[in-house]
Protein backbone atom coordinates (compact mmCIF):
# COMPACT_ATOMS: atom_id res chain seq x y z
CA UNK A 1 0.00 0.00 0.00
CA UNK A 2 1.22 3.63 -1.10
CA UNK A 3 2.30 5.69 2.57
CA UNK A 4 -0.10 8.47 2.47
CA UNK A 5 1.85 11.70 4.08
CA UNK A 6 -0.38 13.30 7.02
CA UNK A 7 -1.46 16.97 5.67
CA UNK A 8 -0.11 18.40 8.79
CA UNK A 9 3.59 16.76 8.03
CA UNK A 10 3.99 18.17 4.20
CA UNK A 11 5.95 20.41 3.08
CA UNK A 12 4.28 23.51 2.16
CA UNK A 13 4.67 25.02 -1.40
CA UNK A 14 7.68 26.84 -0.93
CA UNK A 15 9.72 24.76 0.68
CA UNK A 16 8.73 21.78 -1.51
CA UNK A 17 10.02 24.16 -4.38
CA UNK A 18 13.57 24.50 -2.65
CA UNK A 19 14.24 21.18 -1.80
CA UNK A 20 13.53 20.28 -5.77
CA UNK A 21 15.52 22.75 -6.51
CA UNK A 22 18.60 22.95 -3.58
CA UNK A 23 20.32 19.64 -5.33
CA UNK A 24 20.15 20.88 -8.98
CA UNK A 25 23.10 22.21 -10.13
CA UNK A 26 22.57 25.87 -11.78
CA UNK A 27 19.26 25.99 -9.84
CA UNK A 28 18.37 29.70 -8.64
CA UNK A 29 16.91 29.68 -5.40
CA UNK A 30 15.85 33.05 -5.02
CA UNK A 31 17.72 35.78 -3.33
CA UNK A 32 19.52 36.68 -0.04
CA UNK A 33 16.40 37.29 2.28
CA UNK A 34 18.79 40.78 3.28
CA UNK A 35 19.62 41.41 -0.18
CA UNK A 36 17.09 41.37 -3.11
CA UNK A 37 19.34 41.95 -6.01
CA UNK A 38 21.81 38.88 -5.02
CA UNK A 39 20.53 35.72 -6.32
CA UNK A 40 21.61 32.49 -4.50
CA UNK A 41 22.34 29.69 -6.92
CA UNK A 42 23.49 25.96 -6.66
CA UNK A 43 26.99 25.68 -7.14
CA UNK A 44 27.78 22.36 -6.27
CA UNK A 45 26.17 19.38 -5.27
CA UNK A 46 28.59 16.16 -4.63
CA UNK A 47 29.27 13.27 -2.59
CA UNK A 48 30.88 13.99 0.55
CA UNK A 49 30.86 10.09 2.37
CA UNK A 50 28.99 7.22 3.10
CA UNK A 51 28.21 6.37 6.64
CA UNK A 52 26.93 2.91 8.11
CA UNK A 53 23.57 2.80 9.98
CA UNK A 54 23.92 -0.80 10.59
CA UNK A 55 20.45 -0.65 13.01
CA UNK A 56 18.17 0.87 10.53
CA UNK A 57 17.37 3.53 13.42
CA UNK A 58 18.93 6.82 12.64
CA UNK A 59 19.26 10.25 14.54
CA UNK A 60 19.24 13.29 13.33
CA UNK A 61 20.16 16.11 15.50
CA UNK A 62 23.09 18.11 17.57
CA UNK A 63 25.86 15.61 18.54
CA UNK A 64 26.91 18.43 21.13
CA UNK A 65 26.12 17.95 24.79
CA UNK A 66 23.05 20.77 26.03
CA UNK A 67 23.89 23.30 29.07
CA UNK A 68 22.24 20.91 31.51
CA UNK A 69 23.18 17.47 30.34
CA UNK A 70 25.35 15.70 33.19
CA UNK A 71 29.09 14.82 31.89
CA UNK A 72 30.14 13.06 30.71
CA UNK A 73 27.25 10.78 29.80
CA UNK A 74 25.33 11.84 26.55
CA UNK A 75 22.26 14.10 25.82
CA UNK A 76 19.52 12.06 23.89
CA UNK A 77 19.77 12.47 20.20
CA UNK A 78 16.32 13.17 18.17
CA UNK A 79 15.97 9.38 16.99
CA UNK A 80 13.04 9.63 13.95
CA UNK A 81 10.28 7.48 13.67
CA UNK A 82 10.66 6.19 10.46
CA UNK A 83 13.06 3.04 9.92
CA UNK A 84 15.43 2.67 6.89
CA UNK A 85 17.01 -0.30 5.93
CA UNK A 86 20.54 -1.27 7.64
CA UNK A 87 23.32 -0.38 5.53
CA UNK A 88 25.63 2.02 4.13
CA UNK A 89 23.96 5.59 2.64
CA UNK A 90 25.95 7.79 0.93
CA UNK A 91 25.72 11.57 1.93
CA UNK A 92 25.31 14.79 -0.45
CA UNK A 93 25.88 17.78 -0.13
CA UNK A 94 24.13 21.41 -2.09
CA UNK A 95 26.44 24.40 -2.04
CA UNK A 96 25.38 27.60 -2.90
CA UNK A 97 26.98 30.87 -3.50
CA UNK A 98 25.14 34.22 -3.06
CA UNK A 99 27.13 37.23 -3.90
CA UNK A 100 27.65 40.36 -1.52
CA UNK A 101 29.40 43.64 -1.04
CA UNK A 102 31.07 44.41 2.36
CA UNK A 103 33.18 47.58 2.60
CA UNK A 104 33.75 47.51 -1.44
CA UNK A 105 34.94 44.27 -1.64
CA UNK A 106 33.05 41.46 -3.46
CA UNK A 107 32.69 37.93 -1.76
CA UNK A 108 31.13 34.73 -2.73
CA UNK A 109 29.08 33.43 -0.22
CA UNK A 110 29.74 30.06 -0.49
CA UNK A 111 27.96 27.67 1.80
CA UNK A 112 26.06 24.69 2.61
CA UNK A 113 22.54 24.87 1.79
CA UNK A 114 21.19 21.06 2.12
CA UNK A 115 22.69 17.67 2.91
CA UNK A 116 20.93 14.19 2.36
CA UNK A 117 21.22 10.84 3.32
CA UNK A 118 20.13 8.88 0.09
CA UNK A 119 18.61 6.22 1.28
CA UNK A 120 17.68 5.24 -2.60
CA UNK A 121 18.45 6.25 -6.17
CA UNK A 122 14.38 6.78 -7.06
CA UNK A 123 13.20 10.27 -7.77
CA UNK A 124 11.58 12.00 -5.05
CA UNK A 125 7.92 13.32 -5.63
CA UNK A 126 7.08 14.91 -2.30
CA UNK A 127 8.53 16.06 0.90
CA UNK A 128 7.13 15.53 4.37
CA UNK A 129 8.48 16.37 8.35
CA UNK A 130 10.28 13.44 9.83
CA UNK A 131 8.17 12.83 13.48
CA UNK A 132 11.01 11.63 16.19
CA UNK A 133 10.35 8.43 18.23
CA UNK A 134 8.62 10.69 21.26
CA UNK A 135 6.68 13.24 19.44
CA UNK A 136 3.00 13.01 19.10
CA UNK A 137 1.32 13.84 15.81
CA UNK A 138 -1.67 14.56 17.56
CA UNK A 139 0.30 17.84 19.13
CA UNK A 140 1.59 19.04 15.51
CA UNK A 141 -0.72 21.36 13.82
CA UNK A 142 -0.61 22.26 9.76
CA UNK A 143 2.35 24.91 9.55
CA UNK A 144 4.27 24.22 12.46
CA UNK A 145 7.77 22.83 12.30
CA UNK A 146 9.34 19.98 14.61
CA UNK A 147 12.72 18.89 14.35
CA UNK A 148 15.54 19.32 16.41
CA UNK A 149 17.27 22.47 18.34
CA UNK A 150 20.71 23.21 17.61
CA UNK A 151 22.47 26.32 19.36
CA UNK A 152 25.89 24.92 18.65
CA UNK A 153 25.51 25.56 14.83
CA UNK A 154 25.66 21.69 14.21
CA UNK A 155 23.62 18.86 13.36
CA UNK A 156 24.81 15.13 12.18
CA UNK A 157 23.30 11.59 10.78
CA UNK A 158 23.89 8.90 13.29
CA UNK A 159 22.96 5.62 13.88
CA UNK A 160 20.64 5.70 17.04
CA UNK A 161 22.27 2.49 18.44
CA UNK A 162 25.82 3.54 18.60
CA UNK A 163 24.71 7.02 19.59
CA UNK A 164 26.91 7.75 22.73
CA UNK A 165 30.23 6.27 20.87
CA UNK A 166 29.91 8.17 18.43
CA UNK A 167 28.81 11.46 20.21
CA UNK A 168 31.88 10.68 22.56
CA UNK A 169 34.84 13.08 20.66
CA UNK A 170 32.34 15.76 21.02
CA UNK A 171 31.48 15.58 24.86
CA UNK A 172 35.14 15.10 25.14
CA UNK A 173 35.88 18.60 23.46
CA UNK A 174 33.27 19.94 25.41
CA UNK A 175 34.16 18.87 28.67
CA UNK A 176 37.75 20.18 28.10
CA UNK A 177 36.53 23.31 27.12
CA UNK A 178 34.67 23.80 29.62
CA UNK A 179 37.87 22.88 32.41
CA UNK A 180 40.11 25.25 30.29
CA UNK A 181 42.00 22.73 28.58
CA UNK A 182 42.19 22.99 24.77
CA UNK A 183 42.36 19.81 22.29
CA UNK A 184 41.71 18.99 19.25
CA UNK A 185 38.37 17.18 18.35
CA UNK A 186 38.99 13.08 17.61
CA UNK A 187 36.85 13.68 14.31
CA UNK A 188 37.62 13.05 10.48
CA UNK A 189 37.68 16.66 8.87
CA UNK A 190 35.75 16.41 5.20
CA UNK A 191 35.49 18.53 3.07
CA UNK A 192 37.71 21.63 3.84
CA UNK A 193 36.17 21.32 7.29
CA UNK A 194 32.50 21.98 6.38
CA UNK A 195 31.65 18.34 7.76
CA UNK A 196 33.11 15.54 10.33
CA UNK A 197 33.17 12.45 10.86
CA UNK A 198 33.51 9.91 13.29
CA UNK A 199 33.43 6.08 13.42
CA UNK A 200 32.92 3.47 15.71
CA UNK A 201 33.86 -0.29 14.80
CA UNK A 202 32.48 -1.84 17.83
CA UNK A 203 29.42 -0.96 16.43
CA UNK A 204 30.45 -0.74 12.76
CA UNK A 205 28.50 2.75 12.77
CA UNK A 206 29.41 5.92 11.72
CA UNK A 207 28.24 9.86 12.30
CA UNK A 208 28.51 12.60 10.22
CA UNK A 209 28.54 16.79 11.14
CA UNK A 210 27.41 19.14 9.30
CA UNK A 211 25.99 23.09 9.35
CA UNK A 212 22.51 23.46 11.06
CA UNK A 213 22.05 26.80 12.73
CA UNK A 214 19.21 27.04 15.21
CA UNK A 215 15.57 25.06 14.82
CA UNK A 216 15.81 22.38 11.79
CA UNK A 217 13.19 20.76 10.21
CA UNK A 218 14.20 16.81 8.91
CA UNK A 219 12.63 16.12 5.57
CA UNK A 220 11.88 12.92 4.48
CA UNK A 221 11.60 12.40 0.60
CA UNK A 222 9.14 10.18 -0.66
CA UNK A 223 8.70 8.73 -4.26
CA UNK A 224 5.42 8.39 -6.07
CA UNK A 225 4.74 5.02 -4.52
CA UNK A 226 5.76 6.54 -1.25
CA UNK A 227 8.80 4.63 -0.65
CA UNK A 228 11.33 6.60 1.74
CA UNK A 229 14.25 7.59 -0.66
CA UNK A 230 16.42 10.12 0.96
CA UNK A 231 16.35 12.10 4.74
CA UNK A 232 17.40 16.12 4.12
CA UNK A 233 18.29 19.11 6.38
CA UNK A 234 18.26 22.03 4.34
CA UNK A 235 19.77 24.41 6.64
CA UNK A 236 19.69 27.33 3.93
CA UNK A 237 15.93 27.71 3.24
CA UNK A 238 15.50 30.59 5.47
CA UNK A 239 18.15 32.60 4.03
CA UNK A 240 16.68 32.81 0.44
CA UNK A 241 13.98 35.11 -0.23
CA UNK A 242 11.62 34.22 -3.32
CA UNK A 243 10.52 31.14 -5.02
CA UNK A 244 13.15 29.03 -6.21
CA UNK A 245 13.42 27.93 -10.32
CA UNK A 246 15.75 27.30 -13.15
Not at 43 to 70: C, N
Not at 148 to 174: N, V, Y
Amino acid sequence: MDHETDVRLAAGPDESRYLDAVFVPGAQLGTRSDDPTAFVRVVEVRDVTKIRIPSGRLVVDSPWPEDDDPLPGPHVGRELAVRIPAGVFRVEAAWTEAPYEFMGERFADREVAAVRLCITEDAVTRWEMALGVEDDIETVHAGERVGFDSETGMGCFADAAAWEALTAPFRAFWKGAREGIGQPRDTESLCNDFFERVSDEGHGADLLAFTAEGACAVWLGRTATGALASVAVADGYHAVAGNPGR
